[in-house]
Nanobody, 124 residues
Framework: VQLQASGGGLVQAGGSLRLVCTAS????????MAWFRQAPGKEREFVSA???????LYADSVKGRFTISRDNAKNTVYLQMNNLKHEDAAVYYC???????????????????WGQGTQVTVSS
């Protein structure tokens, strides 16, 4: 299974980016999908997840600004990030989970495959 994350880049504070994660080797329709991020010197943290049934979950820090979606036909998950803040700067990783407990989706231990990450930089 491979997850390819893309769409990161340099954006001004208040701007927008759309991250894309495309999976190969496993159809994603039976799996929960998520985005995590890791800033330098910090732990990898949960950003957002979308369940098999398309229910979204968000970290409090991104609620109202980020939107997660999935296109199972394209084996792809998206993260639309609006009104970006300096604290959003990080490497963003997509991941897949076969888990059964929705409330555990913010835990990185629930995920079995990870993408390579895409860098998001937010400038003043």
């Amino acid at each position: 299974v491979q997850l390819q994350a893309s769409g990161g880049g340099l954006v001004q504070a208040g701007g927008s980016l759309r991250l894309v994660c495309t999976a190969s080797g496993r159809p994603i329709n039976n799996y929960h999908m998520a985005w995590f991020r890791q800033a330098p010197g910090k732990e990898r943290e949960f950003v957002s997840a979308i369940t098999r049934s398309r229910s979204p979950l968000y970290a409090d820090s991104v609620k109202g600004r980020f939107t997660i979606s999935r296109d199972n036909a394209k084996n792809t998950v998206y993260l639309q990030m609006n009104n970006l803040k300096h604290e959003d700067a990080a490497v963003y990783y997509c991941a897949t989970s076969p888990g059964l407990i929705i409330s555990s989706l913010p835990l990185k231990e629930q995920y079995d495959y990870w993408g390579q990450g895409t860098q998001v930089t937010v400038s003043s």
